[in-house]
């Protein structure tokens, strides 16, 4: 039985890589050509991405992980609802950039700490809590979504993707498991 | 051992079978299994679809977020409100699963029995004015058999504890090993002079009957276990009652209706099959295993002129006592890495609290068990302090940080049974299907919410003792969300005020039975699982011998 488990498992790796090759093939795409976003809607999303789950420390955060193009898809198919709300929080948020940089050509082409000032501005709207929360599941949720490029998402949380461990699992279990 | 693979029975609707049962979970699985090894014809009926090992996966946002694998919100909405005196709102408050296997497909495993107190507390305590808190028609002594049997056929790892009902055999598995969560809770208890003890969990630890050890991969709380570790109905029972050859498992089936004939007897069950045609599977008797919402739902929805008020509802509680348990978090973060994300939820509680105190000044009791309870998505929006960063640098280095240094202390309590609590009919509301949808109505009983604060309070005391650097929970708040779905077909010997006599036949149909959830008379102390699948191995059985003998 236990050689019915490694073949179990086997086929689960065999799966989980094909759906992360898929991702990859899917996210290269979207990188070039988003389907719901302009190009220039992507990089302000994408630069909003890069601010509320920042790269730090050598650890990738949600742009690297690909977050934008799980977001597009979204967009695109199941939370097409929510492209209005996308839309004009997009120009808003560049009409502040704007105001506040004068001559900016966008939110996007701000440096990171005068993007942190405008987001402080917007923290509270629907918009800002819509791209919170899709850039928190474009970053954690499967490759097969879109995002989570190459499990970096879960990597940035030390999660590592594995379908067996062994004790011990963490610092304190450790003695009473080499006891075991 | 395993059973031999065999072409699965196949009936035609019209072929009278002798049991059709609705419903492939905890306690449909297993009365299949009974049934059909006792020798009789059985079809299940299961609205959700068929899904093997190699198809499930570990994704939290199709599963929590998507709606995979559960009750669809789309094409099953349902309403809720708190008070019989407001109008219900469309919103998802229940959570089932929907596919072979049912909602104990994803279960997270743990299995506790209930204790002798249990049954009648309502006598022992004098009653709970205003509620319908009643003695259950069975004893422990008469259950403990088939809590036994639960244990050894489904296969269960644990220890005894030092609070523990008696028990005619051990625990046929140890434990499986202690996680950081479980050493921590353990060093907390102590200090503060509590029993910590083994979670007991429907979880392989060795291999067991031909099934393979849990392999700590971290996916069981709403995950269906792709090595088939997790003693299920889905892993355990229905490949037994389908290797009789006379049990058929028939997947995408969704029950409309419990027909009647003429003589008041039930005839048998319609259904939409996946094409949504509306079929009919005739047999000699009903078992309805359908979960403590859709089950009420279908007698409601199989009212008729002869049962006005809905099937088997002479009583009028149809529906009514529904029961959540109440469920309350206590986070913590600790200096060094736990790496919650691995191995099963919990593996050590504390179950000091279990007995109602009437010197707390409140009905209630339950446990409180190390956990985390959290996948990545869930960390990143809940899992921190309510004063860390949400975004920005501070956000990305907290998550960081603090994913494999967070736990929780788990409380399971008790919910009263109230009337008021209840699943109805939504007037209004249809489903994909035309049926009338389910409209909830629930609002905690104020006991029920002093119950999980004061095991709260233990837990943050025991967080503390640990050596916690942080310790936070929300607000004690009612409920809005239930995955545990119990008492709305009670049990009792008065058909005046129970739906179902102690072996489970409906008062009012003698070849209709109810087993699952619904059939809770109390709630248990938050893990109704193993009481749900002990009463069906002895309904299974009790059916059977009234079959033998003529008397359905």
Known sequence: MAAGAVWAAADLFEIEEALAFASQQTSANLTAQTRALTPAQADVVSALTSRILPAVDGRPGAREAGALAFIDRALATFNAAQRPLYTEGIADLNRRAQAKVTGAAGFAALASGQQDEVIREIEATPFFQAVRLDTIVGTFALPSWGGNRDYMGWHLLGLEHQMTFQAPFGYYDADANRRN | ?552
Request: net charge positive.
């Open chain 2, 1 to 552: 051992m395993a059973p031999q693979s065999r072409p699965s029975a196949r009936f035609r609707p019209s072929d009278v079978v002798d049991f059709v049962i609705v419903g492939s979970g905890a306690a449909g699985g297993i009365i299949a299994k009974e049934l059909s090894t006792a020798g009789h014809t059985v079809v299940v009926l299961e609205q959700g679809p068929r899904l093997s090992e190699r198809q499930f996966d570990h994704d939290e946002f199709g599963t929590f977020m998507r709606g995979h694998n559960i009750n669809d919100p789309a094409t099953q909405p349902h309403t809720f409100r708190p008070t019989p005196q407001e109008t219900a709102q469309r919103r998802q408050v229940l959570v089932y699963g929907r596919l072979v296997g049912g909602s104990n497909a994803h279960f997270t495993g743990n299995f506790w029995r209930m204790r002798p107190s249990d049954f009648n507390e309502a006598s022992r305590l004098g009653g709970v004015p205003g509620t319908g808190l009643v003695d259950w028609p069975l004893t422990y002594e008469e259950l403990e058999p088939y809590y036994t049997k639960a244990e050894w056929e489904l296969g269960v790892s644990g220890e005894p504890g030092p609070f523990d009902p008696p028990r005619s055999r051990p625990y046929p598995m140890p434990p499986l090993p202690v996680k950081s969560s479980g050493v921590l809770l353990e060093r907390g208890a102590r200090a503060l002079g509590l029993h910590p003890q083994p979670s007991q969990m429907a979880i392989n630890s060795r291999t067991y009957n031909g099934r393979p050890a849990c392999q700590h991969c971290g996916f069981c709380l709403i995950f269906m276990c792709e090595f088939r570790a997790k003693s299920t109905s889905m892993a355990v029972m229905l490949p037994i009652a389908e290797a009789t050859g006379r049990c058929e498992i028939r997947s995408d089936s969704y029950v409309a209706q419990v027909e009647v004939g003429r003589d008041g007897r039930a005839t048998g069950v319609t259904y939409f099959d996946a094409q949504k045609r509306m079929q009919r599977q005739r047999a000699k008797a009903v078992v309805l295993c359908a979960n403590g919402s859709e089950t009420p739902r279908l007698l409601l929805n199989s009212a008729s002129g002869r049962f006005p008020q809905g099937l088997a509802n002479s009583s009028g509680v149809v529906g009514k006592y529904l029961m959540f348990n109440t469920y309350f978090e206590v986070s913590a973060q600790f200096e060094q890495p736990l790496n919650e994300y691995k191995s099963i939820q919990n593996t050590r509680m504390v179950l000091d609290f279990y007995e109602t105190d009437p010197k707390r000044g409140f009905y209630g009791g339950g446990g409180i068990d190390a956990r985390f309870g959290k996948y990545p998505i869930t960390f990143a929006l809940e899992g921190l302090p309510r004063n860390a960063p949400t975004w920005g640098e501070g956000f990305a280095r907290e998550l960081s940080r603090q994913f494999p240094r967070t736990m929780a202390f788990g409380c399971h309590g008790t919910s009263l049974p109230l009337e008021t609590n209840s699943i109805t009919l939504d007037p209004t509301l249809k489903d994909a299907w035309g049926l009338s949808c389910m409209r909830t109505t629930y609002t905690d009983h104020p006991d029920d919410l002093k119950n999980a604060a004061f095991l709260g309070g233990h837990a943050t005391d025991m967080a503390h003792a640990a050596g916690a650097l942080a310790v936070w929970a929300a607000p004690v708040v009612a409920q809005t969300l239930a995955v545990h779905l119990l008492g709305t077909c009670r049990m009792g010997n008065n058909p005046r005020t129970s739906v179902v006599d102690r072996y489970h036949r409906t008062h009012d149909v003698r070849n209709l039975f109810i087993c699952d959830g619904s059939s809770m008379v109390t709630s248990s102390r938050g893990q109704p699982t193993e009481t749900i699948s002990a009463l069906a191995f002895r309904a299974g059985e009790h059916i059977a011998d009234f079959a033998k003998r003529g008397q359905i």
